[in-house]
């Protein structure tokens, strides 16, 4: 089961505020991802998030199963994620335009960091 992590440009000196706009936020109506299809079963499912801050960079990682466009999709769809977007608005070192399901999913993309480990009990040589 997979982890993604997706990366936020903030300006130091407010991880109080913005660890304040977090513990706020309002959870996704449900962790199964919509398929593309109407009628076809979910295309994946969200396990769980972190979010962690140090100085200027903000990281939120999640684990799902599934495809991970439909992570951005379904997070595109959230009402609580376009407020928590808003509320970070002031705290942003560089402004973005994430009002719209597309244009939140088009940042939700772009600010995905690069996997290059992911390892867990399931794939430990000694299982």
Do not use: C, N, W
């Not at 991970?68 to 769809?77: K, L, S």
């Not at 994620?81 to 002031?90: D, N, Q, R, S, T």
């Amino acid at each position: 089961m997979p982890y993604a992590a997706i990366t936020y440009r903030v300006k130091p000196g407010f991880e109080d505020e913005i660890a304040a706009i977090f513990a706020g936020f309002q959870r996704v109506d449900t962790p199964d991802l919509p398929s593309f299809q109407a009628g076809e079963a979910p295309a994946g499912r969200l396990l769980g998030t972190g979010v962690f801050i140090k100085d200027d960079v903000l990281v939120r990682v999640i684990h799902y199963e599934g495809e991970f466009a439909a992570v951005g999709r379904h997070m595109a769809a959230q009402k609580g994620v376009h407020k928590l977007e808003e509320e970070l608005l002031p705290y942003l070192a560089e402004e973005r335009d994430t009002r719209s399901d597309a244009d939140f999913a088009a940042y939700f993309k772009d600010a995905t960091m690069r996997s290059i480990a992911q390892l867990t009990v399931d794939t430990h040589p000694g299982r």
